[in-house]
């Protein structure tokens, strides 16, 4: 959720070896916690056709656009369990579009899929959607002054109908609907040996389907 974030580092290049395998960029992300005083806040962000710019080209070539709606909401709370010894943070985001959107086959394609395949409605208006949900419950235990757990529980699912279809030349058959769902649960604990000894221990289990 886009209102968990705390802060983020981008790492084009040279990434430590925590990071193993991938030899790309990276991007790191720091999670927001919970204090010694109850915090939270909501946003919702709206956009639709007319509130956005149309590619000049189509416009100029004559290609059917694209109406579209999307809202994205979210909300958050964190807070004390334990003055100064325990906190919560919790957040939550939805994301709900849909659109709409002509294409256009040819004519020779579009008579051979009716007449020999027994498909005359390849070119309509093709609908997709683009639902999804985010959630982030996160709890920090201050062991005490040289060590600080944290558990951590990611979720998300998605779902686009017609989400494979993003080609104006196809035809309607030639659409599929996507979907994921994962869960990620993390423990991190990390102890302050010295002045200039640093030690964090991380675990995670996760599943995406």
Do not use: C, M
């Not at 944290?150 to 104006?168: I, K, M, Y």
């Amino acid at each position: 959720s886009l209102e968990s974030v705390k802060e983020f580092q981008v790492v084009p290049v040279g990434a430590s070896a925590e990071f193993g395998r991938s030899s790309g960029g990276f991007i790191n992300v720091v999670t927001k916690s919970g204090t010694n005083e109850f915090t939270g806040s909501a946003f919702l962000y709206f956009k639709n056709q007319g509130l956005s710019g149309q590619n000049p080209d189509a416009v100029a070539a004559n290609l059917p656009t694209e109406d579209f709606r999307n809202y994205q909401v979210g909300v958050n709370v964190g807070g004390p369990i334990k003055t100064d010894k325990a906190f919560f943070f919790l957040a939550y985001e939805r994301n709900d579009g849909i659109s709409k959107k002509p294409n256009s086959i040819d004519a020779t394609l579009r008579n051979l899929f009716a007449t020999r395949f027994n498909s005359p409605n390849e070119q309509t208006t093709i609908e997709r959607t683009n639902d999804a949900d985010v959630f982030l419950g996160k709890v920090d235990f201050q062991i005490n002054n040289n060590n600080l757990l944290t558990l951590r529980h990611n979720f998300s699912r998605a779902e686009q109908v017609n989400g494979t279809f993003d080609v104006p030349t196809w035809g309607a058959s030639a659409n599929g609907r996507e979907t994921s769902k994962s869960n990620s649960f993390i423990g991190q604990l990390v102890t302050n040996f010295s002045s200039n000894l640093l030690n964090e221990f991380r675990f995670q289990f996760a599943k995406e389907e």
